[in-house]
């Protein structure tokens, strides 16, 4: 059993595809990802929608890092593919720089044999975190996982 964290918010889309965050502190996040058949291309490898989605997220993590009570949103962002990702999948982001406003953030996503698969570059704009719809702001919690 390994410990996994809470995000500190609810996000529907990452609570479907499964990831599993592992850190985030110091302008670091790492997440952990094992596809589904369904979330597979034709090729029968994990679809390209889901590692942007999971770098998104890495380097979302890692802006957040210094002040998890603020939220995060995408302002652009580049991914190359380098090979197909297959199996359990380790996505580290980083923060490169932030400013008040802006965090400039970077992610990778290697397979379980150490090999780099995709990598992006992204750019954040800090916000103010506000309850939506009612819902409630979560703080960051240890949770188990197997």
């Given at each position: 059993m390994t410990d996994a964290l809470s995000f500190g918010v609810h996000?529907?889309?990452?609570?479907?595809l499964g990831f599993t965050l592992h850190r985030m502190e110091a302008?670091?996040?790492?997440?952990?990802?094992?596809?589904?058949?369904?979330?597979?291309?034709?090729?029968?490898?994990?679809?390209?929608?889901?590692?942007?989605?999971?770098?998104?997220?890495?380097?979302?993590?890692?802006?957040?890092?210094?002040?998890?009570?603020?939220?995060?949103?995408?302002?652009?962002?580049?991914?190359?593919?380098?090979?197909?990702?297959?199996?359990?999948?380790?996505?580290?982001?980083?923060?490169?720089?932030?400013?008040?406003?802006?965090?400039?953030?970077?992610?990778?996503?290697?397979?379980?044999?150490?090999?780099?698969?995709?990598?992006?570059?992204?750019?954040?704009?800090?916000?103010?975190?506000?309850p939506v719809d009612g819902r409630q702001v979560h703080a960051l919690?240890?949770?188990?996982?197997?």
């Open positions: 996000i529907p889309f990452v609570e479907h302008g670091e996040s790492e997440l952990r990802y094992a596809a589904r058949p369904e979330h597979h291309n034709s090729f029968d490898v994990t679809h390209g929608g889901a590692l942007m989605t999971l770098l998104d997220v890495a380097m979302a993590t890692a802006a957040r890092s210094h002040a998890p009570e603020m939220g995060v949103v995408t302002v652009e962002m580049k991914t190359s593919f380098m090979q197909p990702a297959q199996g359990p999948l380790v996505a580290r982001g980083r923060l490169l720089h932030r400013t008040a406003t802006l965090a400039f953030t970077e992610a990778t996503v290697h397979d379980a044999q150490g090999r780099l698969c995709c990598q992006a570059t992204g750019t954040f704009k800090v916000v103010r975190r506000l919690k240890a949770v188990p996982t197997d």
